[in-house]
């Protein structure tokens, strides 16, 4: 079965997530600057086959765009130009990252190395993920 992809974008950093081979759970990955994601994706893609992205997409709480909704649309059609044979999926990502920094705290990782907001990101890509392949 191909594997789906979870992403968190950012200007600064983009979380990444993988599923397992049967979709059921979605593990984070790394965190990458922008400009080195589209090289990793092509990687995985090849190395997992993987079918889908998965792609958090930013909207107000009253369902409008944000400054981000404005980056993402501009990651996703370049992502469409590097993999034209993937399916891209925009998941509602609101409070991801709250999500994220409280499965941290629960799963007793110290104040210090929460801190690290790659780390953040990684889990708000799992999570997005997750919510993407539970919702099949």
Do not use: H, W
């Not at 409008?64 to 370049?78: E, P, Q, W």
């Amino acid at each position: 079965m191909n594997r789906i992809i979870g992403l968190d974008i950012g200007e600064k950093r983009i979380g990444l997530a993988i599923s397992d081979a049967l979709n059921i759970i979605a593990t984070p990955v790394s965190t990458l600057a922008p400009n080195d994601i589209y090289l990793e994706l092509q990687d995985l893609v090849t190395k997992y086959s993987v079918s889908i992205l998965v792609i958090g997409y930013p909207i107000n709480l009253d369902g409008n765009s944000t400054d981000g909704t404005i980056f993402a649309d501009r990651f996703i059609n370049n992502i469409k130009e590097q993999l034209p044979g993937i399916r891209i999926c925009k998941v509602d990502e609101r409070y991801t990252s709250k999500i994220a920094k409280k499965q941290l705290i629960e799963s007793g990782i110290k104040r210090k190395k929460r801190q690290n907001k790659s780390l953040v990101d990684q889990m708000s890509a799992a999570i997005i993920l997750q919510d993407y392949l539970n919702s099949q």
